[in-house]
């Protein structure tokens, strides 16, 4: 069997790459009869794909209603004042995701921005109060270091984690 240019193995990684992103749950045998691979090529292309860190896990979509959870959203705006490395530490150690847990939240995403903004922080809480508390314990743990955050309730999902809401159709009650 000849060996595959390296354009061609980039190329069968990103048609196993969108085809997970479509759906993370399809069994490897599902992946190679869509895509006309054998089994145990899917199978080397997603271990690569996983042990080169180009893949960092799977995740579930799931309704808020079933969990009793409401999605929020803070928005934040650093101070000029650079962050001391003791200050990043509770970000790479996961403290961020502790702090969240501490006020009954679920960290979904936190992203780094360029812009107007520095971060973005999407996390599930039970209700308004416990959300806000978390905003609050966010200011008090980088107190020094954010000037603005913003607190926004998703009111409903259109899409999440590129898969469209089962419910679509609740979605026009918001008009």
Same mark, same amino acid.
């Given at each position: +069997?000849?060996?595959?240019?390296?354009?061609?193995?980039?190329?069968?990684?990103?048609?196993?790459?969108?085809? #997970? +992103?479509?759906?993370?749950?399809?069994?490897?045998?599902?992946?190679?009869?869509?895509? !006309?691979?054998?089994?145990?090529?899917?199978?080397?292309?997603?271990?690569? #794909?996983? *042990? *080169?860190?180009?893949?960092?896990?799977?995740?579930?979509?799931?309704?808020?209603?079933? @969990?009793? +959870?409401?999605?929020?959203?803070?928005?934040?705006?650093?101070?000029?004042?650079?962050?001391?490395?003791?200050?990043?530490?509770?970000?790479?150690?996961?403290?961020?995701?502790?702090?969240?847990?501490?006020?009954?939240?679920?960290?979904?995403?936190?992203?780094?921005?360029? !812009?107007?903004?520095?971060?973005?922080? @999407?996390?599930? =809480?039970?209700? #308004?109060?416990? =959300?806000?508390?978390?905003?609050?314990?966010?200011?008090?743990?980088?107190?020094?270091?954010?000037?603005?955050?913003?607190?926004?309730?998703?009111?409903?999902?259109?899409?999440?984690?590129?898969?469209?809401?089962?419910?679509?159709?609740?979605? =026009?009650?918001?008009?």
């Amino acid at each position: +069997m000849a060996k595959s240019s390296k354009q061609e193995i980039e190329r069968d990684e990103k048609k196993v790459i969108y085809e #997970l +992103m479509r759906d993370s749950s399809q069994s490897i045998n599902i992946l190679s009869d869509k895509l !006309g691979f054998s089994r145990q090529k899917v199978w080397r292309i997603i271990k690569k #794909l996983q *042990d *080169d860190k180009t893949i960092w896990g799977y995740t579930a979509v799931v309704s808020n209603e079933k @969990l009793g +959870m409401k999605d929020y959203i803070l928005i934040g705006k650093r101070t000029a004042k650079p962050v001391s490395k003791e200050n990043i530490q509770p970000v790479i150690k996961k403290g961020f995701e502790k702090l969240a847990k501490n006020n009954f939240c679920i960290l979904v995403d936190t992203y780094y921005l360029n !812009g107007d903004y520095d971060f973005i922080s @999407l996390f599930k =809480a039970k209700d #308004l109060p416990d =959300a806000k508390r978390f905003q609050e314990e966010f200011h008090k743990m980088y107190q020094n270091y954010i000037q603005k955050t913003i607190l926004l309730e998703v009111l409903f999902p259109v899409r999440e984690n590129g898969i469209f809401n089962p419910r679509i159709e609740k979605f =026009a009650e918001f008009f």
